[in-house]
């Protein structure tokens, strides 16, 4: 079963979906119906060509108490009259939460695709639902070597996680593609700006102070417009200033979107999949926010993290737009996602997870013993793979350094190495 239930999700699970279909992988689609208007929803299903969801939740907007809990209790419903072998979902809304927590309870394998991003900012809500999602994982699967090791660091086991790289290459590369072909690029100079997160846009004052940075900007500024934050822009009153200097447009397309990204000279956002996208498309990044979950686009050099006070977005706006040498560097910044075959990669995973029965979860039939980490020195394994070792190595500690435990490595024998081990009574 695959639930994809807000705009994002349609669009990074769509690579596995379509794996699905080729690798002929009997599967249901449910949407929790978090997204539900055309614009935000059922256009993508349409332009991505994908299956309609077999489910609808309808859960709809509200708090997130209520639509945790409202499509918590449907997915049980319907996660026990289908008992699918594996429940898949993307990310970090809402209804991935409840997807997660519904599995864990029910028993049911759980495969989180994102897993181990972190921005260290809990008053994110979006933090709150991938660590809670990832810790209640059966197959986590990690777009980089970083995302693992956040999630070996929590104390997540390391055989449990598989780095595959993220599905945006896919989904970005396939339809960028499509686009060039079918519409018309818009030509002319200008920046691209999306805007929703919710500590961006639902107080008044830091939205207000944005708004005031980007109307200093002179360059032109086109704007789809998330449905949350037209709502915000008109209940703060902060309608005319955004018109007076940005290019309003209703949510876009996803190929018109992508186009439109490729051709902007840069593009200033807030969303977590517009960071990944940029760096795919070689458009400089400038991001409205204090913290990123995407810091590979930042140490690849695509992408600025510009806070949210007027002053320094204004100031790193200036620059990039100024800085000949830093624009060049931001445009052929290395794509640090992987080569866009991440969907494929995860469908065979997962079949090869289930033919080996780890898709199933069991509780245990012996008197558990307890379980421990320790430090032991690899001295005496030099030369030898991890793999070979026999113990369970969480993470290799070389030069001052955590590195994620690939288990064909071999010891070179001045490593640290954090083991975890049952322990007898
Ligand atoms: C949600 C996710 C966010 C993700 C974003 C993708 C959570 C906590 N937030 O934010 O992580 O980045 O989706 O876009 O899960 N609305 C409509 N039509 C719709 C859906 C929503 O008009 O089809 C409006 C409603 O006024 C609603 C508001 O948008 O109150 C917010 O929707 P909601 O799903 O709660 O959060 P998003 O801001 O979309
Ligand atoms: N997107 C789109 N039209 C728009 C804005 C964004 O198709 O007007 C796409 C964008 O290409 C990206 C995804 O929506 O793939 C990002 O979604 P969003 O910013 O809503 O969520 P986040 O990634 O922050 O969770």
């Known amino acids: 079963m695959l639930v994809a239930s807000t705009r994002p999700e349609v669009i990074k699970l769509a690579p596995v979906l379509r794996a699905f279909e080729r690798l002929g992988v009997e599967h249901t689609f449910v949407t929790t119906g978090q997204h539900y208007d055309d614009e935000l929803f059922w256009r993508f299903i349409r332009e991505l060509e994908l299956k309609e969801p077999e489910y609808n939740i309808d859960v709809r907007s509200g708090t997130h108490a209520y639509q945790t809990a409202r499509a918590l209790e ?7 009259r289908d008992a699918p072998e594996v429940v898949i979902a993307e990310g970090d ?9 519904a599995c864990a309870k029910l028993l049911v394998a759980f495969a989180h695709v994102e897993a181990g ?4 900012d809990r008053t994110m809500p979006e933090e709150v639902n991938r660590v809670l999602a990832d810790h209640v994982s059966t197959v986590l699967f990690a777009p980089t070597l970083r995302a693992a090791d956040n999630l070996v660091n929590e104390g997540i086991l390391p055989e449990s996680i598989f780095v595959v790289g993220n599905t945006i290459v896919d989904a970005t590369l396939h339809h960028i ?3 060039r072909r079918r519409l018309k690029p818009k030509g002319g100079e200008y920046l691209l700006l999306t805007l929703h ?3 961006n846009v639902d107080s008044r004052e830091r939205f207000e102070g944005i708004l005031r940075a980007l109307a200093e900007v002179e360059q032109e500024i086109l704007f789809p417009v998330h449905p949350r934050t037209m709502q915000r822009l008109r209940e703060f009153g902060l309608m005319e200033l955004a018109e007076s200097s940005l290019t309003l447009l209703p949510p876009a397309g996803y190929l018109e979107f992508l186009l439109m990204l490729e051709g902007a000279k840069a593009v200033l956002t807030d969303s977590g999949g517009v960071q990944e996208e940029a760096i795919v498309l070689g458009t400089p990044c400038i991001t409205l926010r204090t913290s990123t979950e995407r810091p590979e686009t930042v140490e690849a050099g695509g992408n600025i993290l510009a806070g949210v006070d007027r002053e320094s977005i204004l100031r790193v706006v200036r620059r990039v737009l100024t800085d000949e040498e830093l624009y060049l560097r931001m445009k052929q910044a290395k794509n640090p996602f992987g080569d866009g075959r991440s969907g494929e990669r995860i469908a065979k995973i997962l079949l090869e997870l289930g033919e080996r029965g780890k898709l199933r979860i069991e509780p245990p039939s012996k008197v558990i013993r307890t379980r ?12 030898r793979k991890l793999s070979e070792l026999g113990v369970r190595v969480c993470r290799v500690a070389l030069e001052g350094r955590f590195r994620y435990p690939e288990p064909e490595r071999v010891l070179r024998g ?5 083991v975890e081990e049952e322990v007898s009574w």
């Open 372 to 383: 421990q980490r320790r430090l032991i020195h690899a001295g005496e394994h030099r030369g």
């Open 414 to 418: 001045d490593e640290m190495l954090e």
């Open 74 to 80: 449907e997915l049980e419903r319907l996660i026990q």
């Open 117 to 120: 991003l972190r921005s260290f």
């Open 93 to 101: 809304t809402n209804s991935v939460l409840s997807t997660a927590l």
């Open 197 to 199: 997160r919710a500590e």
């Open 177 to 179: 593609e499509i686009a």
